[in-house]
């Protein structure tokens, strides 16, 4: 059975506890308390290594945390996009965020505050305690480091997505610390950060692919891609040179792909981006890990409402659920949009595999466990230890056709990148002659829209290009003023950016202002 290093994160933290050392009878009045640890006391051994960075891997599972009725914090970055909308409408804080109207007392933008700022700091103490180790194997030690700074740069870039200039810490702080009370560093500043980071992990040893869940090069390779991608374009508008950055960062992960197609590779089946037995492998380049020993797939809020889909009955909050019109928009024949063969699904198995039934409208099949709800004639585990997808291969292809078709003109390479996402989900493709850069963009810009669907990616790519996908024109609009067709309001120029959590301004004189458009403190 495969052991999953994430999987087992209580079990390593127990045994990083217990390694601290024994303690003699005759010592227990002259010696501290060893079980009053401190980072003092605890990084002194290499499996303390290891136990620190399983828990920022821990960390990571606070987008899965509840915010509410109904709700949890991963619901904030779809609520957003208007792909999604709600059939209960019974968690206020969720409502505000499909009506745009949001602000910093929001619980998941606090949640999503206070999550990201918490893996940071426990990856800080990995990179200040895990380097005066001794004696540990170099190795290791390098992976240990290099995993963690990935892990800094993946928060921190979320974060200065989200909120744009925000604190930047990269020390272990107390109340005595001068960044106690940080100030807001600019945005260059932080994904210079990022950049260091992701590069420093690069050169830190780690193995194309990790099958037992932790960071890898492919998942680097690809958010440094990813990085650049972004920073190509809004806010920071670098443009040409960072768009060559991407292309070329995404393209190395494509060659080894090619030579090694059985290491990294598209799923043959959409099923497969959503089954047990395939995490961690092929596309799959970097995963949320879960299982319910220590905590269970959080994206059950994409079940319908009070329907029979699963082996418990009727069930399920309904609280995100496609809207039609994006249902609606993929193309006819498109594989991705086909009845439970896709990442939708319009009917399922009475109490997960009974008689089929129809259930009146499309659901998000992309995060569906067969294994633990039960399919037709096999009743489910019960037992939903799914892990939740960050990075795909899918993306590497669709940010190296994007990023190099703004290099100057579409390639054949970029084409046949686009082409593979196309043929999966057995569409036609145009021939490489008949598209120009500005149609081959919008091309690359639907695919992602229609392969990267409520895997918490669309609002990242609303807030780079200033652009958002037009449901029932199949073009682009633009960001201020394009109707979310979820509520029917318009985004506005206030939305590029989260409100600052009101009780951090209140706790923290020296972030000062809130961010335009959002109320005060």
Known sequence: ??????????????????????????????????????PESFYTIPDHAEAALASVY??????????????????????????????????????????????????????????????????????????????????????ILGEARFLRASAYFTAVQLWGDIPLITTPQTATTEQFSPSRAPKDDIYKLIVEDLIAAEAAGLPWMDVSGRANLAAVKTQLAKVYLTMAGF????????????????????????ANPTVINLFSTYYDVHSETTENRLEHLFMHQYN??????????FYPNFKPVTFNGPGGTGSSVPTPAFYASYEAGDLRAKNQDGYFY??????????AFDLGAPYVFKHFNRTSAGTLGAAGTRQNNLNVPQIRYAETLLIF???QNEVGAPTQ?????????????????????????????????????????????????????RK????????????VGHINLSSNQALQEKHLLLPIPRQELLNNPNLKTQNPGYPGV
Not at 12 to 34: N, Q, R, Y
Not at 346 to 355: I, L, Q
């Open 413 to 465: 390479a970029a084409y046949d990148a686009l082409k593979r996402i196309r043929d999966r989900a057995k569409l036609t493709t145009p021939a490489l002659g008949t598209f120009t850069q500005a149609s081959f963009r919008e091309a690359v810009w639907r695919e992602r829209w229609k392969e990267l669907c409520y895997e918490q990616i669309t609002w990242f790519d609303m807030v780079r290009l």
């Open 235 to 258: 806010p920071l508008s670098k443009g040409a040179s960072h768009y060559k950055l991407a292309a070329d960062k995404a393209f190395e992960v494509i060659t080894y792909a090619n």
């Open 58 to 143: 821990a960390d990571l599972r606070f987008m899965g945390g509840g915010a509410g009725i109904f709700s949890a914090n991963w619901q904030l970055l779809e609520a957003l996009t208007g792909t999604s909308t709600t059939e209960t409408a019974q968690n206020s804080d969720l409502n505000n965020l499909y009506s745009l109207v949001h602000d910093g007392n929001t619980v998941h933008v606090v949640n999503y505050w206070n999550g990201l700022y918490r893996v940071i700091a426990n990856a800080n103490q990995v990179l200040a305690k895990v380097p005066g180790i001794t004696p540990m194997n170099d190795a290791q030690k390098a992976k």
């Open 346 to 355: 319009t009917s399922y198995f009475t109490n997960g595999n009974g008689a």
């Open 401 to 403: 056709a994007e990023a």
């Open 292 to 301: 319910t020993v220590v905590a269970g797939n959080p994206m059950e809020n």
């Open 1 to 38: 059975m495969r052991q999953s290093f994430v999987k087992n994160i209580s079990r390593v933290l127990l045994c990083g506890i217990a390694l601290t050392g024994p303690m003699g009878c005759s010592d227990f009045l002259t010696e501290k308390d060893p079980s009053n640890l401190t």
């Open 468 to 479: 958002v996908y037009n449901e029932k024109t199949n073009g682009f609009d633009n960001f």
